[in-house]
């Protein structure tokens, strides 16, 4: 299995950058593939961005590309998310997954960090 612990989230004012962490235990980081989630209140959790193993693909959902980046550094087994240019309708908890079995399931879970974006 492995361990995920996200950190990063805060309060930020429309327009502005906040960058997200996901610290990774358990398994060597970048042999499986790992994704950012989001969740709004009242909503369903949403895909967000991935990153295929060894880094060999990366995919966004088309309502944060040109705005979000996602990446990961081996030697630190930390997957990050640059969030840049907020709107407030990114405001939700979220989320990073492992697809540890590479089975196309994520299979584990982080508690998840708040992201606030006010107008």
């Known amino acids: 299995q492995v361990q995920l612990v996200e950190s990063g989230g805060g309060l930020v004012q429309a327009g502005g950058s906040l960058t997200l962490s996901c610290a990774a235990s358990?398994?060597?980081?970048?042999?499986?593939?790992m994704a950012w989630f989001r969740q709004a209140p009242g909503n369903e959790r949403e895909f967000i961005a991935a990153l295929a193993r060894n880094g060999s693909s990366i995919y966004y959902h088309n309502s944060v590309k040109g705005r979000f980046t996602i990446s990961g550094d081996n030697a630190k087994n930390t997957l990050y998310l640059q969030m840049n240019t907020l709107k407030p309708e990114d405001t939700a908890v979220y989320y990073c997954a492992a697809d540890v079995d590479s089975d196309d399931r994520w299979e584990s879970w982080g508690q998840g960090t708040q992201v606030t974006c006010s107008s």
């Open positions: 358990g398994r060597t980081f970048g042999t499986y593939a």
